[in-house]
């Protein structure tokens, strides 16, 4: 068993060995969807120190700083407990992020990207933390993520394994995926050359298109939001849309506003 449990608990695993994490490790989040049990948020607050990363985002979850279970299970990783930033809608977690990587073990929809092997989910991560902040997210102890929430990534990875039923527990997930990324991080992966559209600039852009084309007509069929599902997956699938793109899909809705408005405001 590859463990220091003997060491101190309350002294920092950062203080006792100097750590090789590259710098761009701190625009890399951690998030978890619903997590509860507070010994699981600890256990990843330790995976995440052993592979040096500290940015833990936890979205709508149970009470957890002070339970002793957190603590023990953390050990020597309080200060990542302490600086959790908590949220309470998964949209917040991922407004300022320019990639998020979502992670499931389960075939989904057809209508969802297509889900990579973990470490090339990872490298891609990793190439656009070299300048903007990016996360990787996580779901539900019992259901993961769910198809709505994986809607909000631009890429869905799944961890192999050798199994009729690959689930591991959250804290094993995050691990794996941390040590891809450490591995990555060490191979000093090429920085991304362009600069990605946040999340939410891909949501909003999202509803204008929709708003748009409600403008000259468009029935959104079946529903409302199956059509803005099938926005999303264009924009976030194979596209990753940098600020500029942005800017120019919002060009080409104002003119078609403009046209509708001289046209008298109506299809």
Known sequence: MFSEDSTDPDVPMADRSESIAPDFFSRIHIILVEPKVPGNIGAVARAMTTMGLTRLVLVNPVEFRDEAETRWMAHGAGEI?????????????????????????????????????????????????????????????DRGLLNDELQRCNVIARIPAATTYPSLNLAQSVMVCAYELFRIGLEAPPASEVRLAENRDIERITHRIHETLLRIGFTS????????????????????LEQRDVAALHKVCDEIDAYVHRRGGGP
């Open 81 to 141: 407990i302490e600086a959790a930033r908590v949220v309470p809608t998964l949209e917040e977690a991922v407004n300022d992020l320019a990639l998020v990587v979502g992670t499931t073990n389960r075939t989904r929809g057809v209508w969802l990207n297509p889900i990579q092997p973990v470490e090339q989910a990872c490298t891609e991560l990793a190439a656009v933390a070299r300048n903007q902040p990016v996360g990787m997210l996580f779901g539900r102890e």
């Open 221 to 240: 069929t079946p529903s409302e939001e199956t059509f803005l599902r099938s926005i999303r997956r264009v924009l976030r699938r194979s596209l990753r």
